[in-house]
């Protein structure tokens, strides 16, 4: 069984502090996505990642990928209440199967 | 916006009646993803299509769940005999052949009583 552990799974800062969530494997992933969602609504793609080793940054967030394929991070500088969400990372192992496997998340709450 | 629409939004049902779901794809893709979301965990997968084929299906679809594509367009999620256990979130999405990424709908609520 293939699983994506994510932590914190709760996190609550006020505006302008920088934090990190993790998300991790046993396995190596062929991808890694990181989406944002809104209560109500479907995940929003954020970013993919795809050699290990890379770093994407999306204005005030910073996505890395593992050197080994198996861990992932986000990165966010001075938060802002309007990041409020919960963020899902999910892995794509391919071998031929193209579900994507979902950690359970980290629900962040920015505090104006 | 040409982006992955579900109908309904929401449903409520009562317990043992059947009900279906609509989701329309992002136009140019031919990949189409259902998942389904319950409370306080990630999405999880149950099966996709590329055109009108189902390539893949997880256990969590039950003989009460049947998926169709007829025409590679469109999908529909049907739910046969629904249990309180189906209250969920049911989340579509899709992509183009060989890409990572999936861009999902804004997803149909049941609620089941």
């Known amino acids: 069984t293939q699983l994506l552990e994510q932590s914190p799974q709760f996190l609550s800062i006020q505006e302008g502090e920088n934090l990190t969530v993790y998300c991790n494997s046993s396995?190596?992933?062929?991808?890694l996505q990181w989406y944002r969602q809104e209560p109500g609504e479907g995940p929003v793609l954020l970013v993919t990642?795809?050699?290990g080793g890379e770093v994407k940054k999306l204005k005030r967030l910073t996505f890395q990928f593992g050197d080994a394929r198996k861990d992932s991070s986000l990165h966010i500088t001075a938060a802002q209440p309007g990041d409020t969400g919960l963020y899902l990372c999910?892995?794509?192992w391919g071998g031929g199967s193209e579900k994507l496997v979902f950690g359970k998340g980290t629900k962040l709450t920015v505090n104006p | 916006d040409t982006g992955v629409s579900q109908n309904p939004r929401h449903k409520i049902t009562k317990r043992g009646q059947n009900v279906t779901f609509r989701c329309d794809p992002i136009?140019?893709?031919?990949?189409l993803y259902w998942y389904r979301q319950t409370l306080g965990q990630g999405p999880e997968f149950l099966t996709y299509?590329?055109?009108?084929?189902?390539?893949?299906k997880s256990r969590l679809l039950s003989d009460r769940f049947s998926a169709e594509r007829p025409k590679g367009s469109f999908s529909t999620l049907e739910i046969q005999r629904t249990e309180q256990g189906d209250s969920a979130m049911y989340l579509c999405?899709?992509?183009?052949?060989?890409?990572?990424?999936?861009?999902f709908g804004p997803g149909t609520r049941l609620t089941v009583t």
């Open positions: 999405a899709s992509s183009f052949p060989g890409a990572y990424e999936q861009y």
């Open positions: 136009s140019e893709h031919n990949r």
């Open positions: 299509f590329q055109n009108e084929a189902q390539l893949e």
């Open positions: 396995s190596v992933f062929s991808s």
């Open positions: 990642v795809v050699t």
């Open positions: 999910a892995g794509h």
